[in-house]
């Protein structure tokens, strides 16, 4: 499948029935070493109420319904065709395994398996749990919706979802999700290219983003909303392009999350590491939450802009920064972010937020202005570049380590009578030869040697104290494995645990933290992807990929055994536990 690509004109051309999407861009197939199965991953039999293996199958009116465990109400697999007019697609009865409805379309509404359907002035209705509306899986699956109404109740159903390769392109659709980890647009493991054209999107529930992706996503001309979650999320070496849009998300998140837009690697094993790709032209975006409208944490990322409204009652416009950990996001200390963010005919305003394990380039372009503060305690590395009709506009002390402004008077720099301080000691400075330059508005461009003080960009990343621009990878965090016998401290409340092992060295761990339901925190399997347990509290998303977190009654119930531990040290030593299951030996 290498370097064919399936344009959308041939793609339409077989199959007359399928709408017309003028100028979208061509079908890229992704590389092959996406798809293939994670090990103890495995794809389920999928079956249908209506199934077509092969030839084409055209409905006309009527309605198609399931109400079958696992069964889908629609289903073309193996190169078959199904075109849909003018009818309704029911579905109820729930999934008996919430990753293979969240991978392979178990369950799901309408599911393209290999196969080609259209859904022209259609309704599809699901109301159980994982139960996707439509879904395309495998790189040969395509389905096109045209002028069609989706709605979804229960948790883990997504509007349109692809995987591995699976490609949705639509028009004129509206979609209503209701339940957690239920995003309107989303891609999933193995990666899927979504593009929409017009219509409109509501998410209401915990971890709904509007749009998720571990693949390829495109929207213009869509109105949407996420009451409960962020507008976008892009988990790796994914993207998201937003054209002519009109979105908003972040109400009621809470926390070091907190965003209307997040870019993150979260190591559950659904994206590739790699660039993180978000932008915008021609939009309004609004960010309800009470966080940063962007946060970038334990990846490397693009973000860029042009001609887009950002309403931030935040006053906060950006955070790159690491995080706790806590929901298995890289190693705390070690997992900031890498952001080259670029703006065109853009106005930006609220404080830019870098720390000291993470690094950002600042590219204000053609007609852009930013009005803030720039990493104000000087702990992040911050490259600042400014086009000769770019302003900056200070609302307090800047840290920069290099700057680069095509206006050599610096009359694009408005100061309020702040200091924009740069590091003399960075080689990309040499133009300024350490002086002090006084702005007419009674502020200054001034010299600090931070080189010495400040703290490298994680360099667990790889990086050199030197390198201070975007695009350094995140490793991820090592396992470590410890035997011995389990003891239980129950003179604390809660209890505490420990591990001694043979050679009497005691070992402290301590369970993951649970995923709170209602701090917006970007579902278990990716708000777009998979979001389970479907029946329990959802957990956070690197838990996807690995068995179901940890319990305190389940370590309680080896109290005493011997055991063999998997997880993530922390710098104290204490093993955050992943894995624990009883010793064989």
């Known amino acids: 499948m290498k370097g064919i690509i399936v344009s959308a004109a041939s793609f339409l051309c ?30 389920p039999a999928l079956s249908g109420k209506i199934s077509v293996g092969s030839g084409k199958k055209e409905v006309s009116g009527g309605t198609i319904e399931s109400a079958a465990v696992d069964e889908s109400a629609l289903l073309s697999e193996n190169g078959a065709t199904i075109v849909v007019k003018s009818a309704e697609i029911r579905k109820s009865g729930g999934s008996s395994n919430s990753g293979q409805s969240n991978f392979y379309g178990l369950n799901a509404g309408v599911l393209s398996d290999g196969g080609k359907i259209s859904l022209i002035k259609t309704s599809v209705a699901t109301d159980a749990e994982g139960a996707n509306a439509v879904f395309s899986t495998g790189e040969n699956s395509f389905v096109t919706l045209q002028d069609v109404k989706i709605t979804t109740k229960g948790n883990s159903s997504r509007g349109l979802d692809a995987t591995y390769g699976g490609k949705i392109r639509a028009r004129g659709v509206d979609i209503t999700t209701e339940g957690e980890h239920c995003a309107a647009f989303a891609t999933d493991r193995g990666e899927g290219t979504v593009v929409v054209e017009k219509g409109t999107a509501v998410t209401r529930g ?3 983003p509007v749009i998720y992706s571990t693949g390829d996503i495109r929207v213009s001309k869509l109105k949407g909303s996420a009451e409960s979650s962020e507008i976008a999320c892009i988990e790796g070496k994914n993207s998201i392009s937003i054209d002519g849009c009109e979105l908003s998300g972040g109400a009621g998140l809470s926390g070091e999350t907190a965003s209307a837009v997040m870019l993150y690697q979260s190591m559950s094993g659904d994206a590739n590491v790699g660039t993180a790709r978000f932008s915008s032209s021609s939009s309004s975006l609004s960010n309800v939450s009470d966080g940063p409208f962007f ?22 416009l950006l955070k790159v920064s690491g995080n706790d950990s806590s929901r298995g996001w890289g190693r705390a200390g070690a997992n900031g972010g890498n952001l080259s963010f670029s703006a065109k005919k853009q106005r930006l305003e609220g404080d830019i937020i870098v720390d ?21 305690d000087g702990q992040g590395n911050v490259e600042l570049c400014l086009a000769k009709n770019a302003v900056f506009e200070m609302t307090g002390d800047c840290h920069v380590n290099s700057i680069r402004d095509d206006d050599v008077t610096f009359s694009n720099i408005i100061s309020h009578g702040n200091t924009l301080y740069y590091d003399s000691s960075d080689e990309k400075n040499a133009h300024l030869n350490g002086i002090t330059i006084r702005l007419r508005d009674g502020g200054k461009i001034a010299a600090e040697n931070r080189h010495s ?29 410890v035997s011995g016998i389990l003891l239980a401290d129950n003179s604390v409340e809660p209890a505490s645990y420990s591990i001694t092992g043979k050679d009497g060295t ?25 979001g389970k347990p479907m029946k329990n509290p959802p957990s956070p998303p690197a838990e996807k990929s690995r068995p179901a977190p940890i319990t305190e009654s389940a370590l309680a119930s080896l109290s005493g055994k011997n055991v063999d531990a998997k997880g993530i040290p922390e710098k ?14």
């Open 206 to 208: 915990n971890g709904s």
């Open 453 to 481: 003080e400040r703290k490298s960009t994680a360099t667990e990343k790889s990086h050199s104290p030197e390198k201070k621009s975007a695009g350094t990878v995140p490793s991820q965090p090592p396992l470590s494995v």
């Open 356 to 376: 000291g394990i993470s690094s950002l380039s600042l590219n204000l372009g053609k007609m852009s202005s930013f009005k803030g503060k720039l990493n104000e």
């Open 295 to 316: 946060f970038v944490t334990n990846t490397d990322a693009e973000i860029h802009l042009e001609s887009t409204k950002i309403e931030n009652p935040s006053g906060i």
């Open 14 to 43: 077989a199959f007359s029935v399928f709408p017309s999407f003028a100028d979208e861009p061509a079908f890229a197939s992704p590389p092959d070493v996406m798809f293939g199965s994670v090990p103890g991953e495995e794809k």
């Open 572 to 585: 104290d030593g204490t093993l955050i536990i992943l894995e624990i299951t009883e010793s064989q030996r």
């Open 506 to 530: 005691v070992t402290k761990i301590r369970v993951m933290m649970p995923h709170p339901q209602k701090n917006g925190n970007p579902p278990s399997p990716p708000p777009s992807g998979a």
